[in-house]
């Protein structure tokens, strides 16, 4: 059974949404960070990024206590305002490629300790540190967790009518999304919706892990405090068949010693390998790779594949459903027997590109000599991911890149 609540959001003005909003901070370069401060001053990147003289050198405890500060001053200024009574939201983004909409709500500490709510990604403990201290010195979290629950004809019937009404945000961003957002407070509503959730058994979580480790962390911390908003996250739940997954690329800095031919020889044992030449190949499905050395583009061809029967069964061992995804078996024979990685996520001999961007920026990378061999990957699906989930297996790092991603300050969720 699965809980969410409505809350009071903080949440911009709706003459200001299409000038607060942002990117999450991490998107931007430089050039376009400082732009958007500089002619932006309603901007959320003035909260998230409060300005300091020598802020390299500002401890984190005084950064954060400037977000905080920062943040109180949008509210002050009229920037932001906060909802009379608790509720939910539909929210629906708009890319070139794809739409996307599901309902933010709060989600259950308990149901994320009882395993209710699942993950499949590890953590890395100074970050979940790193974050919890920020939600305990800022007292607010704009970034909800992305989760998946099964596709339910109810709920996506509900959907439907609910976008025929007038929604509250309906604007468009710089780089060409289309963002609207739709208030549910009638009690009505909020108890049916509440009722849906509480039929569905487990929810999965499909992109952020660290913040929902850090809000568990803050509640062992500060719950005898007795803030209830501690007991909760903020989360946007999304069918499962709406997600996007994309794969997360690899390109290597050398050969570990290896010759070309030699490379090509240990390849051999595992993969049934094609010459590509020039030709832009990308894998097709699942066991294939793409490859780009030295000039050319490769198609790898995992032999084992024809051996494994049926993926999807729940009568793979726990062992089987790890062995069989892409980014392990790249990883079990290619990247550590071969290039002597063994830390995915701290071997500075290798960087991951996001399967969004075109395969001709592995090639571009390659071919300038910082890197000297790329591999492409067919992207993970939903059934891979719930599988790991409920085993209690964990993904190798940079496995998947998923969509959508939310709007920081959009909304923000006050502890």
């Not at 001053?73 to 009574?85: A, I, P, S, Y």
């Not at 699942?286 to 084992?304: H, N, P």
């Not at 939903?382 to 085993?391: G, H, P, R, T, Y």
């Amino acid at each position: 059974m699965s809980k969410i609540i409505p809350f009071k959001a903080v949440r911009p003005t709706p003459d200001k949404i299409g000038l607060v909003t942002c990117r999450n901070y991490d998107d931007y370069s430089s050039a376009e960070l400082a732009a958007w401060l500089s002619f932006n001053p309603y901007s959320f990147l003035h909260v998230i990024n409060p300005a300091f003289v020598n802020s390299q050198k500002t401890t984190l405890d005084k950064r954060y206590k400037g977000v905080a500060l920062k943040y109180q001053d949008f509210k002050n200024d009229g920037v932001f305002l906060k909802e009379d009574k608790s509720v939910f939201y539909l929210y629906q983004i708009q890319t070139k490629n794809n739409t996307f909409i599901g309902i933010v709500a709060g989600t259950s500490i308990e149901d994320y300790k009882n395993n209710v709510i699942k993950k499949h990604e590890d953590t890395l403990q100074y970050r979940v540190e790193l974050f919890k201290d920020y939600l305990h010195q800022t007292s607010f979290n704009t970034e909800p967790v992305l989760i998946t629950y099964p596709d339910n004809l109810e709920i996506n019937n509900w959907i439907s009518e609910k976008k025929k009404e007038q929604p509250i945000y309906d604007f468009s961003t710089t780089n060409k999304e289309k963002h609207t957002l739709w208030k549910i407070e009638s009690d009505k509503e909020i108890a049916w919706l509440q009722t849906q959730f509480e039929k569905i058994p487990e929810l999965y979580i499909a992109d952020g892990h660290h913040r929902s480790a850090s809000a568990e962390l803050l509640y062992d911390e500060d719950k005898h405090l007795g803030n209830q908003n501690l007991n909760y996250f903020m989360s946007f739940l999304i069918a499962e068949s709406n997600v996007k997954i994309y794969e997360f690329n690899r390109i290597i800095r050398d050969l570990n010693g290896n010759s070309k031919d030699d490379f090509l020889k240990k390849l051999a044992q595992n993969f049934i390998i094609k010459t590509k030449e020039q030709e832009l190949w990308k894998p097709q499905s699942k066991f294939e790779f793409g490859m780009y050395l030295d000039g050319d583009f490769y198609a790898l061809f995992y032999k084992q594949s024809n051996s494994i029967s049926d993926l999807s069964s729940r009568a793979q061992s726990r062992e089987t459903i790890l062995e069989n995804l892409d980014a392990q078996i790249l990883y079990d024979k290619v990247l550590q027997p071969i290039l002597g990685i063994e830390d995915l996520r701290n071997d500075e001999r290798i960087e991951y590109i996001p399967g969004k961007q075109s395969i001709l920026t592995i090639k571009e990378l390659v071919d300038e000599g910082e890197f000297e061999v790329g591999f492409m990957l067919f992207p993970s699906d939903i059934s891979e991911i719930k599988a790991l989930a409920d085993n209690n297996l964990i993904m190798p790092p940079k496995s998947t890149y998923i969509e959508p991603k939310f709007r920081s300050g959009l909304m923000v969720y006050e502890l």
